[in-house]
């Protein structure tokens, strides 16, 4: 099964809003949480991540929170902006040992000036 | 330093084709991944390595695909006999996984396979 899952393939969203991105995932061995950036054409680049012994990280405009009773984390991004628009990934892995890393299918972002 | 290097970045075939894609990890690099990424959609983890073993390739269609890294470095992507449902950009990663501080995933440009 899906390892990693989010809920809304695509979001739209005026310049300058607040619009949070939801991921959930099944294994509860998982001990590291990530967003990734996906322009069109070019490879996903790491946006923020947050390891399992904090429950928020926040890095200028974007905030991860982790709900790990919920097996739930989510991405919080504040007055948006047109370059925002992209694909987000969330990813999630476990980190004893090897390193291994699942993402979900994607949230296509739009932002309209 | 160079990043991922993946070649080809493009691959046009015919059903029941073979085809390889190749990857050249960030230096120092001991964990490669393999991701398959339909359009649309998120990478698929297809394989990885911690050096040259095979750590999960659980979710490899082994029948028709074989991915191997003999030396800890280089790795080969090899689709035996493609499928039109193969189509996909193919992503090769790697990581350090000797920083436990340091997880990010450094991707190259992907190849973009069309099976016809």
């Known amino acids: 099964g899906q390892q990693v899952k989010q809920s809304s393939p695509s979001l739209t969203v005026q310049e300058g809003g607040i619009l949070i991105l939801n991921c959930d995932y099944e294994?509860?061995?998982?001990?590291?949480f990530a967003w990734y950036k996906k322009y069109p054409d070019n490879s996903p680049t790491l946006l923020i991540s947050v390891r399992s012994n904090v429950d928020k990280r926040e890095d200028g405009r974007f905030t991860v929170f982790l709900n790990k009773s919920g097996k739930h984390f989510s991405l919080h991004i504040t007055a948006s902006q047109p370059e925002d628009t992209a694909v987000y990934l969330c990813?999630?892995?476990?980190?004893?040992?090897?390193?291994?890393?699942?993402f979900g299918k994607g949230t296509s972002l739009t932002v309209i000036p | 330093e160079a990043g991922v290097t993946q070649s080809p970045r493009y691959a046009v075939l015919q059903e029941g084709q073979a085809v390889s894609f190749w990857c050249d990890p960030i230096?120092?690099?001991?964990?490669l991944y393999w991701y398959q990424q339909p359009r649309d959609q998120g990478p698929q983890l297809l394989v990885y390595?911690?050096?040259?073993?095979?750590?999960?390739n659980s979710q490899l269609p082994s029948d028709r695909f074989s991915a191997v890294r003999p030396k800890g470095t280089n790795s080969t992507l090899k689709i035996q006999s493609a499928k039109q449902g193969d189509t996909a950009t193919y992503l090769c990663a790697s990581s350090s996984g000797t920083d436990f501080s340091n997880e990010r995933l450094f991707f190259g440009h992907g190849t973009k396979l069309s099976v016809l």
């Open positions: 990813a999630a892995g476990s980190n004893t040992g090897y390193q291994n890393f699942y």
């Open positions: 294994n509860d061995m998982f001990d590291y």
């Open positions: 390595f911690r050096d040259e073993a095979v750590i999960d």
């Open positions: 230096s120092g690099h001991d964990t």
